[in-house]
C-alpha cells in the first residue's frame, strides 16, 4: 500500500529482468498490465533502443526515454534483495519543459541585449579612435541614447514581469473606476498615434472592476499601445469596455495588418514577435502581450486575441462577475 502510494513508478523484476510485481503509476508510465504482464520480460514491453542499452550494461545512474504524447520519463534501476532489481520511474516531462524554457528564456534575453550592447561597443570605440565633428558626435551619441534605452526598458519590462510571476493574486478590495481609466488610456493612445489613426471609445456599462489600478493600466496600455504600433495611418482604433451577465471585458479592436492564425497561439510567449523588425522599429521589447496575460491571470482574468490578415485584430481581456463592483454602492 505504501509503495501504491508513491507519485513514482516502481516495477520489481527478477534476475533475468522479469516483472514480478509493478504499483499502478508504473503501469501508467510504461504501459504495463499489473496483472498479464507478470513474468514478462520487461524489454519486450518498453521497447525504446536507450532502455534496452540500460538493461545491459547499467553503467549509468539512470536514463532518460520518451513514451506516447510526448512523456519523458526518468527511469532507473537499483539492486534489491538477493538476485532481484527495483526498476524506478520518475515523470520528468514538466521539469525538462520548464528546463526547456529556461535556456530558451536566457538565449533569447542574450541575443535582445546583444545588438543594442554591440551598437553601443562600436561607437565607443569610434569616439575614443576617431577626431569626430562636434555634429557627428552629437548624432553618435543620439543614437547610443537610443540603445541604452531601448536595454533599460527590456530590462524593466523583465522587472515587472518578474514581480508578477512572484506575486500572489491581486486584492479584490480596491475598486478601479473604469470610465477615467479608459479615458486615460485613450489619451495615451491618442499621444502616441500623434494624430495618425482614429482612437474610439465605446462603454456600456456600469459597473467598476476591483484589483490593482496599476497591473491593469499596464496590462491595457501594452494592448492599446501594441494597437497603434501595428495599424497603418489612417486606420481606427477602438477602446472598449462592456458588461454581461457574465461578467465585463476589455478590449482593443484596430484595423491594422492582422496576424496569420498560426502565430495566434505563441503570442503571449516571452519574446515572441511576428514581425521582430517592426516590433524593434517602434519601441517594442517582445515582452508586453506576457506581462499583460500574467497581471490578467491575477485578476482572475482571461486575454482572448482574434485577427485576420489584411482586416485587423481584437484582444479582448474577460473578467469573471465576481470582480466586478456597482458604482451606486460606492456612492451609496
Known amino acids: 500500500r505504501a509503495v501504491q502510494a508513491l507519485p513514482d513508478g516502481v516495477v520489481i523484476l527478477d534476475s533475468a529482468n522479469r516483472i514480478e510485481w509493478c504499483n499502478l503509476t508504473a503501469e501508467g508510465h510504461l504501459q504495463l498490465d499489473g496483472r498479464a504482464d507478470l513474468g514478462q520480460n520487461i524489454a519486450n514491453l518498453v521497447r525504446e533502443p536507450e532502455f534496452i542499452e540500460y538493461l545491459e550494461r547499467s553503467k549509468e545512474t539512470s536514463v532518460r526515454v520518451t513514451r506516447d504524447h510526448g512523456l519523458a520519463l526518468s527511469l532507473r534501476l537499483i539492486p534489491f534483495g538477493q538476485s532481484q532489481k527495483l526498476l524506478l520511474s520518475r515523470d520528468v516531462t514538466q521539469f525538462e519543459r520548464v528546463d526547456a524554457m529556461r535556456r530558451d528564456f536566457v538565449a533569447n534575453v542574450s541575443h535582445e541585449l546583444r545588438t543594442p550592447l554591440t551598437v553601443l561597443v562600436g561607437f565607443l570605440e569610434t569616439l575614443q579612435n576617431l577626431k569626430l565633428d562636434p555634429q557627428r558626435q552629437r548624432d553618435y551619441l543620439g543614437m547610443?541614447?537610443?540603445?541604452?534605452?531601448?536595454?533599460?526598458?527590456?530590462?524593466?519590462?523583465?522587472?515587472?514581469?518578474?514581480?508578477?510571476?512572484?506575486?500572489?493574486?491581486?486584492?479584490?478590495?480596491?475598486?478601479?473606476?473604469?470610465?477615467?481609466?479608459?479615458?486615460?488610456?485613450?489619451s495615451d493612445a491618442e499621444a502616441l498615434s500623434a494624430g495618425k489613426h482614429k482612437i474610439q471609445v465605446s462603454m456600456d456599462a456600469s459597473s467598476d472592476l476591483l484589483g490593482v489600478e496599476s497591473e491593469l493600466a499596464s496590462a491595457f496600455g501594452n494592448l492599446v499601445s501594441n494597437a497603434i504600433r501595428y495599424t497603418p495611418a489612417g486606420g481606427t482604433?477602438?477602446?472598449?469596455?462592456?458588461?454581461?451577465?457574465?461578467?465585463?471585458?476589455?478590449?482593443v479592436e484596430d484595423t491594422g495588418i492582422g496576424i496569420e492564425a498560426e502565430h495566434i497561439p505563441r503570442l503571449t510567449e516571452r519574446f515572441y514577435r511576428v514581425d521582430r523588425s517592426r516590433s524593434r522599429e517602434t519601441g517594442g521589447t517582445g515582452l508586453g502581450l506576457a506581462i499583460a496575460k500574467r497581471a490578467l491571470a491575477r485578476h482572475e482574468a482571461t486575454l482572448e486575441i482574434h485577427s485576420e490578415p489584411g482586416k485587423g485584430s481584437r484582444f479582448t481581456a474577460r473578467f469573471p462577475a465576481r470582480r466586478l463592483a456597482s458604482r451606486d454602492k460606492e456612492l451609496s
Open 237 to 251: 482604433v477602438t477602446l472598449a469596455w462592456r458588461e454581461g451577465t457574465d461578467g465585463a471585458r476589455f478590449s
Open 144 to 186: 547610443m541614447q537610443e540603445q541604452a534605452a531601448r536595454m533599460q526598458r527590456i530590462i524593466d519590462d523583465l522587472l515587472t514581469l518578474s514581480a508578477l510571476d512572484g506575486a500572489p493574486p491581486a486584492s479584490s478590495e480596491t475598486q478601479i473606476a473604469m470610465r477615467p481609466l479608459v479615458e486615460r488610456l485613450k
